[in-house]
């Protein structure tokens, strides 16, 4: 099935190519590697820092309990060892859930930004397609002078930072 899918979106994505090549030779195309783009964006990059603040509290517990439980463990003490294991499993849940919505919630912030920066960037610099690559397979191939990554990446940056 993933297979069909690749196959047929590279047909679509071939389509579109040249229907834009024989309609009209002035369209400018780019492309860009999705995942450096996002992996470089300097706002992805402060997110990360953000989530580790987050969620350094709630590993430090974690960490605490987990020592305490390998204490117990050595020392044979079984009778608040089974109540410290279940509580260090529910903060591990906790933990888990917490990284799991602050991680949604910051990518999709990141998106959303970075989506309204490639707009501005194809208006200004007179695209009417920026492909991208999700490493996907959709894009098997581009000639590096379409390739706008490198580029892409200064103007987010540069437009994040002001």
């Known amino acids: 099935m993933k297979v069909f899918i690749s196959v047929f979106l590279g047909i679509c994505l071939f389509a579109l190519l040249e229907s834009c090549k024989s309609s009209n030779n002035s369209q400018k195309i780019g492309f860009m ?21 987050d969620i350094s509290k709630e590993v430090q517990v974690l ?22 294991k279940q509580e260090y499993f529910q903060k ?26 490639i707009k501005d960037f194809s208006n200004k610099k007179g695209y009417d397609i920026i492909l991208g690559s999700g490493g996907e397979g ?23 930072s002001n």
């Open 138 to 160: 959709n894009v098997m191939f581009t000639k590096e002078k379409i390739n706008i990554t490198d580029e892409l990446i200064i103007y987010i940056n540069e437009k994040y």
């Open 92 to 117: 591990q849940e906790q933990y888990n859930q917490l990284f799991k919505n602050l991680s949604t919630k910051y990518t999709t912030e990141v998106n959303d930004r970075l989506n309204g920066y």
């Open 33 to 53: 590697e999705n995942i450096k783009v996002f992996e470089e964006f300097t706002m992805k990059k402060d997110y990360d820092l953000k989530i580790e603040e």
């Open 63 to 84: 960490d605490s309990i987990q020592l305490l439980v390998n204490k117990m463990s050595i020392q044979g003490n079984q009778e608040n060892l089974k109540q410290l």
